[in-house]
T-cell receptor, first 112, second 114 residues
């Protein structure tokens, strides 16, 4: 079972920041927060992951609360190509025995 | 291009046919996975292989038979499928024992059972 809760859908205006929330209140100390997205009918794409510090890469920023019970994925300037289903997943890395378990995710629609 | 290649991209098969899906990666990853995604449903994990050994079978019917001959290749053999098995089948790979264990996915095989 997925250990995260995400809103089923969100809209965002093109060029604005998209802030996607995720609740993971039962996260354990050695679990990381991963974000993936899936554009229609394609394979999921890795975006970013983090443990407790905020992370940023060329795609997005990840903000994790101090108690680690929730996080926010930020796409700073959303484009139409960012329309996709975004998945927040918690898991322990370092082992192939902890595969990604996907929930329903958030369907982000970027609107022109 | 993720480095994980799946063939074929599309497949139509009858219920009495036998077919195989192929997945290949040359990323040096030691874990490979099969997922199934039916219409309007989340991805479902089917099988996990670590260092060529199957470590997880997520209650998948025996008409789906995986094979992992080496760390770079993964197959899913299909026989006597049902129309409800029509779905997008995704392969993924990831490194093991490394902090950066993000998984890379192929583009999937769209399977239609008629």
């Amino acid at each position: 079972d997925a250990k995260t809760t995400q809103p089923p859908s969100m809209d965002c205006a093109e060029g604005r920041a998209a802030n996607l929330p995720c609740n993971h209140s039962t996260i354990s100390g050695n679990e990381y927060v991963y974000w993936y997205r899936q554009i229609h009918s394609q394979g999921p794409q890795y975006i970013i992951h983090g443990l407790k510090n905020n992370e940023t890469n060329e795609m997005a920023s990840l903000i994790i609360t101090e108690d680690r019970k929730s996080s926010t994925l930020i796409l700073p300037h959303a484009t139409l190509r960012d329309t996709a289903v975004y998945y927040c997943i918690v898991r322990v890395p370092y082992s192939g025995n902890t595969p990604l378990v996907f929930g329903k995710g958030t369907r982000l629609s970027v609107i022109a | 291009e993720t480095g994980v290649t799946q063939t074929p991209r599309h497949l139509v098969m009858g219920m009495t046919n036998k077919k195989s899906l192929k997945c290949e990666q040359h990323l040096g990853h030691n874990a490979m996975y099969w997922y199934k995604q039916s219409a309007k449903k989340p991805l479902e994990l089917m099988f996990v292989y670590n260092f060529k050994e199957q470590t997880e079978n997520n209650s998948v019917p025996s008409r789906f038979s995986p094979e992992c001959p080496n760390s770079s290749h993964l197959f899913l053999h299909l026989h006597t499928l049902q129309p409800e098995d029509s779905a997008l089948y995704l392969c993924a790979s990831s490194p093991v024992g490394d902090r950066n264990t993000e998984a890379f996915f192929g583009q999937g095989t769209r399977l239609t059972v008629v």
